[in-house]
Every structure is written in C-alpha cells, then in structure tokens.
Nanobody, 118 residues
Framework: QVQLVESGGGLVQAGGSLRLSCAASGRTFSTYAMGWFRRAPVKEREFVASISRNGASTYYAVSVKGRFTISRDNAKNTVYLRMNSLKPEDTAVYYC???????????WGQGTQVTVSS
C-alpha cells in the first residue's frame, strides 16, 4: 500500500505558476510510476502527467504539454508538478497517484485545489 499526500495548491492569477508536491510512503518509491490527474467542477477526472520509476520517461496531456513539467526525487520520495502559464481552465482539484504494481493507478492522494483567476 502507498500513502500519498499532496501540497502546494492555491490561488494564482492567469499566467502565473505553481508547484505541486506529493510525498509518498509505504513502499519503495523508486519501484513505481507516479502520476497527476485533475478534476474540474462538473467534469470527469482527467489525466495530466505521469513519470516512470526512474524519471526517464514522462507523458503529458495535450492540454498541458509545454506548460507543465512532472519530475521526481527518489531520494525524497516525492513527485512534483511544475505548472507554468496557468489558465483559468486549469482550475481543478489535482490528485497525485501511484501505480505500485505496474497495472493501474491504484493509490490516490486526497487532492489539492488549484484555482486560476482571470
């Protein structure tokens, strides 16, 4: 089992930046992929970004590619999401997730609110 705790959300103006963090515990962090999803009001949860176990491979949703950067520090058991050039449509609750068994995003954090004002 993996426990995840997000932090770093908040209110920012359009064009601004935020960095989200997700601290993991419970299993060896470097053995599993990590990801970020988000859920905007009245919308389905959607994939944002993911990163492989060693950080060599990253994947992004089209809507955030070029603006967001996912990274991880395996020594600190933490994954990050750097968000630049934020837009009002990026407003959502952002969730950190882990795939500890290589099969599905099975562990989730509690979420952190990001609000982008126009």
């Amino acid at each position: 089992q993996v426990q995840l705790v997000e932090s770093g959300g908040g209110l920012v103006q359009a064009g601004g930046s935020l960095r989200l963090s997700c601290a993991a515990s419970g299993r060896t962090f470097s053995t599993y992929a990590m990801g970020w999803f988000r859920r905007a009001p009245v919308k389905e949860r959607e994939f944002v970004a993911s990163i492989s176990r060693n950080g060599a491979s990253t994947y992004y949703a089209v809507s955030v590619k070029g603006r967001f950067t996912i990274s991880r520090d395996n020594a600190k058991n933490t994954v990050y999401l750097r968000m630049n050039s934020l837009k009002p449509e990026d407003t959502a609750v952002y969730y950190c997730t882990a795939d500890p068994y290589g099969s599905s995003w099975s562990n989730w954090g509690q979420g952190t609110q990001v609000t982008v004002s126009s």
